[in-house]
């Protein structure tokens, strides 16, 4: 298993700005993926992030938008910049388990409301 | 395209009775299934993984069933408590790209 610690757990923003998110995993792991979740809706993978080498980024999402860094093999942030209203999600950082059964564990998610 | 649908999308219930939520998926060629409990305000939890050759699984009070014939999964919670409401979200991997599809969640909420 894994634990995950993110941060800020929740932040109330203004339209325009960026809010950084941080996560820590207490053990090394090559890939770390970013997830938004929007209010009422199930989970979507924002990018994959690789240590030493630039994030990996699904359809509908762009690095100028969604930043990521990864400077070590425990620890990625998420920027979130230019912030509108419609970025109000949830952002959850996971890890993958043991890759024979591919279980992902999740921090406990960081709450972004833009006014 | 690969799809996951879950039914009902939301489900109120009494606690100490049974419920059952469904998954259908279209993904293929298919790998596994996992069905994930996610409390309020916490990140997703595996309850248990389901592949290609396992019929029923349980955890618990949670058992879940695959019928990879129909693409059909279904979870089934027992003698539900207080502490069952949460969302359940199916996760199909497949097994070309290693690729996961998220469903849109069942939101569980028992009440005394």
């Known amino acids: 298993s894994a634990v995950i610690s993110q941060k800020p757990s929740r932040d109330i923003c203004q339209r325009g700005t960026s809010l950084t998110i941080q996560c820590q995993v207490d053990?090394?792991?090559?890939?770390m993926f970013w997830y938004r979740q929007q209010p009422g809706q199930s989970l979507t993978l924002i990018a994959t992030?690789?240590?030493?080498?630039?994030?990996?980024?699904e359809s509908g999402f762009v690095i100028d938008k969604f930043p990521i860094s990864r400077p070590n093999l425990t620890f990625s942030t998420l920027t979130v910049s230019n912030l509108s209203p419609e970025d109000s999600s949830i952002y959850l950082c996971?890890?993958?388990?043991?890759?024979?059964?591919?279980?992902?564990?999740f921090g406990e998610g960081s709450r972004l409301t833009v006014l | 395209k690969n799809q996951v649908e879950q039914s009902p999308q939301s489900l109120i219930i009494l606690e100490g009775k049974n419920c059952t939520l469904q998954?259908?998926?279209?993904?293929?060629?298919?790998?596994?299934l996992r069905w994930y409990k996610q409390d309020t305000g916490r990140g997703p939890v595996s309850l248990t993984i389901?592949?290609?050759?396992?019929n029923t699984k349980s955890n618990g009070r949670y058992t879940a069933t695959l019928d990879a014939d129909t693409k059909q999964s279904s979870l089934h919670i027992t003698a539900s408590q207080l502490s069952d409401s949460a969302s359940y979200i199916c996760?199909?991997?497949?097994?070309?790209?290693?690729?996961?599809?998220f469903g849109g969640g069942t939101r569980l909420m028992v009440k005394p």
């Open positions: 996971s890890v993958e388990g043991q890759r024979r059964t591919g279980e992902l564990f």
């Open positions: 053990s090394q792991v090559t890939m």
């Open positions: 992030a690789n240590q030493g080498s630039e994030a990996t980024y």
């Open positions: 998954c259908n998926y279209t993904v293929s060629p298919f790998s596994n």
């Open positions: 389901m592949t290609f050759s396992e």
């Open positions: 996760v199909v991997r497949d097994n070309a790209g290693n690729m996961l599809t």
